[in-house]
């Protein structure tokens, strides 16, 4: 099988060059990229005025699988992926039963080997149930195909077991993702405390109780050598943390939610459950912050958080709505129209955010056009626009807080080794022949 994209413009985040030039693919790898290739028998696609970039990668998302597929499955989340044009995601551990053993690691992979319509790096999880009182089989877990480790949505409170599971990776040579949160101080919390919270009437989640705990985890890297990530950073103050930490030399890195760049908890002003997420919205210093961070480099992934919930759960009051939202087929719309197209990023650092960066961290071989490499490809329409229309998502989840509004920048073509799996916004599957 042989196919041959023209025309584009290729954003290469190895070479950290945007060049006009074809590229090659043969039997599910990249055979070749340059100028007016040429190549009998190959199936040509069009790529002229798009932007042709590795596969895009998303190193936090929720597929609820086991356990809670009334929400999301491996299924329908990697079909929401492709549609979002994500040739990768890593999953989170915290399903039912948690993901923290070698068999539940083998079984996710498997699932998505026979399911899935994208690569799944599953993350397992540092403790044991992700109760925060013994470390989980970290070894195992790392041997069977573990991409990373994290309690995600539970904070490892006691930091001599989080100090002794960051020795661990070290060794093991994996990631630390860190769910920065102090349950003391957000307990009960349902949205950022602030002047908003107020007039709301509704408990609020300082700033302080994330920030807390970026500190303590970049103290612990510090230490320990350990790879820290910190997931979904949402203030200033963690932004500053953590560009302070990268000027002594620690080994962390961090992600940033296109949640947490766009929107304010003005935006919970109407009581919306679709706006509950955690780490909340912030103020409009924290998202000029995260931008910024974003900009610099201290900031160096864009992750959607993904996290689908039923109609049943979120139609409830403020308070008792669990949180997140949904974010895999809006990820790209939102970066290009909030960030690459008010000049914020340009598009190779939008590119790097979400293929050579998250690669590296999760130490995956991806996010690359070079020769021999699997064929993951995303071709992204600069001058493509929709509104944003939940009830076409391919993924359960409808919980989102942007429908309605209109994005402009969006992938146009997903490619899964060699394989085309979205074509203008419809899964191939689902394509009329």
């Not at 056009?369 to 009830?391: F, K, M, N, Q, R």
Request: aromatic fraction near 4%; include cysteine.
């Amino acid at each position: 099988m042989k196919l041959l994209i023209k025309g584009g413009l290729v954003v290469d985040p190895v070479a950290g060059n945007v060049l006009k030039k074809d590229i090659l693919v043969v039997d599910g790898k990249i055979a070749g990229t340059g100028k007016n290739i040429s190549q009998s028998g190959a199936k040509i696609i069009d790529a002229a005025g798009r932007l042709v970039a590795p596969g895009l990668i998303d190193m936090h998302v929720h597929l609820r699988e086991p356990g809670f597929e009334a929400k999301e499955t491996v299924y329908t989340g990697t079909r929401a992926a492709a549609r979002g044009g994500f040739t990768s995601v890593a999953c989170m551990p915290n399903t039912n039963p948690v993901i923290d053993n070698a068999a539940l690691i083998k079984s996710v992979i498997n699932i998505a080997l026979t399911g899935g319509l994208v690569h799944v790096c599953p993350v397992g999880a540092i403790t044991r149930g992700s109760k925060g009182e013994e470390l989980a089989e970290m070894g195992d877990m790392a041997e069977a195909g573990a991409a990373a480790f994290s309690d995600d949505g539970m904070p490892v409170m006691d930091s001599g077991l989080m100090r002794k599971a960051m020795q661990y990776a070290r060794m093991l040579g994996v990631t630390i993702i860190s769910h920065s949160e102090e349950k003391s101080l957000s307990a009960g919390g349902c949205m950022h405390e602030g002047y908003i919270s107020t007039i709301l009437g509704l408990k609020g989640i300082p700033a302080c109780a994330e920030e807390v705990m970026v500190a303590r985890d970049i103290l612990l890297a510090e230490e320990t050598g350990c790879r820290v990530h910190i997931a979904h950073v949402s203030t200033a103050g963690s932004v500053r943390l953590l560009k302070e930490a990268k000027a002594r030399g620690v080994r962390v890195s961090a992600e940033a939610a296109p949640h947490h760049f766009t929107l304010t908890d003005e935006a919970v002003m109407g009581f919306d459950t679709f706006t509950k997420v955690n780490p909340p919205l912030r103020t409009g210093d924290d998202v000029a912050a995260v931008r910024q961070g974003l900009a610099d480099g201290t900031i160096d992934v864009i992750a959607t958080d993904h996290a689908p919930h039923t109609a049943e759960e979120k139609d409830v009051e403020y308070e008792r709505a669990p949180f997140g939202i949904v974010g895999l087929e809006t990820a790209v719309g939102l970066v290009w129209t909030e960030l690459v197209n008010t000049g914020v990023l340009t598009p190779l650092q939008a590119v790097t955010c979400m293929t050579l960066n998250p690669a590296r961290i999760l130490g995956i071989a991806k996010g690359t056009l070079e020769t021999g490499a699997d064929a993951d490809i995303t071709i992204i329409d600069p001058e493509l626009a929709e509104a944003v229309d939940p009830a076409m998502f391919a993924s359960k989840g409808r919980n989102t807080p942007f429908a309605g509004r209109m994005l402009k920048g969006l992938p146009w073509l997903t490619m899964v080794s060699g394989r085309i799996v979205m074509r203008g916004g419809i899964l191939e599957e689902n394509q009329v022949q």
